[in-house]
């Protein structure tokens, strides 16, 4: 079981990203998945999760209005579209499935997203 995350970079205040996440190991569709980050000196954090009928199950007050999860199936890939980014958004993104049993335990390399002018 792995899990990719790109897409990540330097953005100014106010601006957009997209990240994506590629799942392998495991059949795809059939699990939720999420989507954390750890900022600086913080705890890991659940920022958004969707089932894999494409229902979203949660999302952070903080992010609630700017952040948008999606994914594809077909693709075997997950989607977060990051929309009017603030300083405080700027952490390591990583995707995993919501499941952490046996072979679902281990973390990607995650994604940089820094948001500074």
């Known amino acids: 079981v792995q899990f990719v995350e790109s897409g990540g970079g330097l953005v100014q205040p106010g601006g957009s990203l997209r990240l994506t996440c590629v799942g392998s190991?495991?059949?795809?569709?059939?699990?939720?998945m999420n989507w954390y980050r750890q900022a600086p000196g913080k705890e890991r954090e659940l920022v958004t999760s969707m089932t894999g009928r494409n229902e979203l199950t949660y999302i952070a007050d903080s992010v609630k209005d700017r952040f948008n999860i999606s994914r594809d199936n077909a693709k075997n890939t997950m989607y977060l579209q990051m929309r009017s980014l603030k300083p405080e958004d700027t952490a390591v993104y990583y995707c995993?499935?919501?499941?952490?049993?046996?072979?679902?335990?281990?973390w990607g390399q995650g994604t940089q997203v820094t948001v500074s002018s």
């Open positions: 190991g495991f059949i795809f569709s059939e699990y939720s």
């Open positions: 995993k499935t919501a499941y952490s049993g046996p072979d679902f335990n281990s």
